[in-house]
């Protein structure tokens, strides 16, 4: 064998050995399976944004992260998945009001009843100091970190009857999620708040357990509850928002670069659901009303002075400023 052909030889032999050694160590190496948790059913733009969240995340980490979705509360209710983030046994959730509520209450005038006028007054608030508050509380008492918020669309208030004033909501057997101060709100209305978890509001009302329940426009859809309610008053008593849960102990498992893309895709997917729902939110009063309910537009400044009084309390708990900082973003 002349030198020319020997070089050749030795030229291969040294490619085919690190091409086998670049596949043996990718088989070897299985991507890191992040679990993330919905407590929702499908079909609305959180479970659409948490797809987009999963497609960037495999292709940007190009396989070295698995995002594996279990959702409709295949691992429990709400507040199942935040203790399940707190140990680290799941790796990811979407949460709503109970997120505040649970660790940040001195800043929960951005969930509670009839308080902020618009989304884009809340979305202010958390891009300020009270936003800043609630991420350091949920890490603090939650192990969590809060990665994303996205527009949920606005509560509207479901019922078996049309209400249109306060008046109307006397002796209403309403459910609420399990947020004290929403019940303290809905009492001052002349209803009758009963805490029933999410998993087990259909069968309740189907039940005559509650009369009533409040959520936004594509969950009443998504979950067919106009199969079990007639009427949808469009309340937009509070503005909600999902708020995109990771836990402390998974994050900080992650390699640096497998944590920037983790962070930076949840930024982006948050973003997007939040596009979907201010683009669809129109189009499911449509589907609403063609599936039998009627969609009722109401007067909401009597409902706001009737729920005053509840506010006035509430409010004492607040954080020092919070009152003012919410008058200031909402042009009071």
């Not at 937009?236 to 994050?251: E, N, P, Q, R, Y």
Request: aromatic letters at 8%; hydrophobic letters at 40%; a positive charge.
């Amino acid at each position: 064998m002349n030198w020319s052909k020997q070089c050749q030889f030795l030229f291969l032999a040294i490619c085919f050995t690190i091409t086998f050694s670049l596949i043996a160590n990718g088989h070897a190496q299985k991507p890191v399976e992040l679990a993330f948790a919905l407590h929702t059913a499908p079909g609305g733009p959180d479970h659409a944004a948490v797809q987009k969240f999963k497609e960037m995340v495999e292709s940007k980490s190009k396989n070295r992260l698995r995002v594996n979705i279990f959702p409709g509360a295949q691992l429990g209710g709400e507040r199942d998945n935040l203790e399940q983030l707190k140990q680290g046994e799941v790796a990811l959730t979407q949460s709503g009001d109970l997120t505040i509520s649970l660790y940040a209450p001195e800043y929960g005038a951005l969930i509670v009843p009839f308080v902020f006028p618009n989304v884009e007054a809340v979305f202010k608030a958390w891009d300020g100091w009270m936003g800043q508050g609630i991420k350091k509380a949920a890490m603090e008492k939650g192990k969590v970190h809060i990665v994303g918020v996205q527009r949920r669309g606005s509560r509207m208030l479901t019922a078996k009857k049309e209400i249109k004033t306060p008046d109307d909501l006397r002796g209403v057997k309403l459910r609420v999620p399990e947020i004290p101060d929403w019940v303290t709100v809905w009492k001052e209305m002349g209803a009758l708040p009963t805490v029933v978890a999410w998993p087990e509001v259909f069968g309740a009302l189907q039940t005559g357990v509650v009369d009533a329940q409040e959520n936004p426009l594509y969950l009443i859809y998504t979950t067919k509850l106009y199969e079990v309610q007639s009427h949808v008053m469009l309340t937009a008593h509070v503005h909600a928002c999902f708020h995109w849960l990771m836990s402390d102990k998974v994050l900080s498992s992650l390699p640096k670069d497998l944590q920037e893309i983790v962070l930076n895709s949840a930024k982006e997917a948050a973003a997007y659901g939040d596009k979907i729902t201010k683009e669809q939110e129109e189009d499911y009063k449509k589907k609403l009303a063609e599936k039998g309910m009627k969609v009722v537009a109401i007067d909401i400044k009597p409902f706001m002075a009737k729920a005053q009084p509840a506010i006035e309390k509430i409010r004492q708990k607040w954080a020092k400023g919070v009152l003012e900082e919410v008058q200031k973003i909402s042009g009071k």
